[in-house]
Nanobody, 121 residues
Framework: QVQLVESGGGLVQPGGSLRLSCVAS????????IGWFRQAPGKEREGVSC????????YYADSVKGRFTISRDNAKGMAYLQMNSLKPEDTAVYYC??????????????WGQGTQVTVSS
């Protein structure tokens, strides 16, 4: 069964950090790009970051550039999103996704179930 499961969300104060993890099962991770997306209450889901199959190319939304870092470990079947200098506007449900190559408009093959990130004092 093809599946993505996120973890690592939680409540953090502004300026704090969280590291999200995404574990893949049922498919070979290194065949696919992995994207992180988020959806805040009342807003559309938006792309946050993407990493190509090998991990040597990464892409970031302007709103998170310089604060978030995406990475992957194909041998472990894992992808990660390190989030630093968090702001209240980063509050959202974060999803990892198996997708088409990063340099194309996103076409999602598999969504994770999401993990809640809340940035608040």
């Amino acid at each position: 069964q093809v599946q993505l499961v996120e973890s690592g969300g939680g409540l953090v104060q502004p300026g704090g950090s969280l590291r999200l993890s995404c574990v893949a099962s049922g498919f070979t991770l290194d065949y696919y790009a992995i994207g992180w997306f988020r959806q805040a209450p009342g807003k559309e889901r938006e792309g946050v970051s993407c990493i190509n199959r090998s991990g040597n190319s990464t892409y970031y939304a302007d709103s998170v550039k310089g604060r978030f870092t995406i990475s992957r470990d194909n041998a472990k079947g894992m992808a990660y999103l390190q989030m630093n200098s968090l702001k209240p506007e980063d509050t959202a449900v974060y999803y990892c996704a198996r997708r088409n190559p990063c340099d194309y408009d996103p076409y999602i093959l598999t969504w994770g179930q999401g993990t809640q990130v809340t940035v608040s004092s």
